[in-house]
């Protein structure tokens, strides 16, 4: 059964940095058109933060993590990462990887995505 595997969530100062790792298990079971990352603070709705088309890896951000977050993957398409850099409080929540399955470039659409992870949480005190 595909499944997608997050880690690296951790606490960090505000100014620091945390890099995620999203794992796909059964890879070849599931689409890989586009992977997402999401996150959703405390009384909040889930928000799209960023996507990379693995095709021809074009990325794309959120207004509020630009110039600050990075997505990538490996060579294998198998591991996906997300680089954050200048966190703030404001960035603290679970963060989810996703599977997506069309319009990579709708960076907040829930609707498309096929897969979850199970999250990590992210914690960036002042």
């Known amino acids: 059964v595909p499944r997608l595997e997050e880690s690296g969530g951790g606490a960090v100062q505000a100014g620091g940095s945390l890099r995620l790792s999203c794992r796909v298990y059964e890879a070849h079971l599931i689409s890989r058109f586009c992977m997402g990352w999401f996150r959703q603070a405390p009384g909040k709705d889930r928000e799209g933060v960023a996507r990379?088309?693995?095709?021809?890896?074009?990325?794309y951000y959120s207004d509020s993590v630009k110039g600050r977050f990075t997505i990538s993957q490996n060579g294998a398409k198998d591991t996906f990462y997300l680089q954050m850099q200048r966190l703030q409080p404001e960035d603290t929540a679970v963060y989810y990887c996703?599977?997506?399955?069309?319009?990579?470039?709708?960076?907040?659409?829930?609707?498309?995505?096929?897969?979850w992870g199970q999250g990590t949480q992210v914690t960036v005190s002042s």
């Open positions: 990379i088309y693995t095709g021809h890896q074009s990325t």
């Open positions: 996703a599977a997506v399955k069309y319009n990579c470039d709708h960076v907040h659409d829930l609707e498309n995505v096929l897969l």
